[in-house]
């Protein structure tokens, strides 16, 4: 069973910058795909970004340019840097793992992570 642990949400003014972290359990974590969904209230959950064991990135239309995913293989973790941060952008930030880019956020085979609560003051 993997598990990931999210670090970095808190609190920040408009126009500010968050980075934030994903460890995974499990040395395998590199084949997965993995990706940044948030939720703010009152709202379904959506995706952010994702990002292929090979490396190919998707992102949503409303972070890109402001964010970029990134991930390091050999230390089970992936990262979400975002910049330019808009108080939209507030919303607790799930880390997710899935075998494929393509499935990664349905209801079958998807690992979570816990949240972690980011704050963008105006």
């Known amino acids: 069973q993997l598990q990931l642990v999210e670090f970095g949400g808190g609190l920040v003014r408009a126009g500010g910058s968050l980075r934030l972290s994903c460890a995974a359990s499990?040395?395998?974590?590199?084949?997965?795909?993995m990706g940044w969904f948030r939720q703010a209230p009152g709202k379904q959950r959506e995706l952010v970004a994702a990002?292929?064991?090979?490396?190919?990135?998707k992102y949503a239309d409303s972070v890109m340019g402001r964010f970029t995913i990134s991930r390091d293989n050999a230390k089970n973790t992936v990262y979400l840097q975002m910049n330019s941060l808009k108080p939209e952008d507030t919303a607790v930030y799930y880390c997710?793992?899935?075998?494929?880019?393509?499935?990664?956020?349905?209801?079958?085979?998807?690992?979570w992570g816990q949240g972690t609560q980011v704050t963008v003051s105006s």
């Open positions: 499990e040395g395998t974590s590199s084949t997965y795909a």
């Open positions: 997710a793992a899935d075998r494929t880019i393509a499935t990664i956020g349905t209801p079958d085979g998807t690992f």
């Open positions: 990002i292929t064991s090979g490396g190919s990135r």
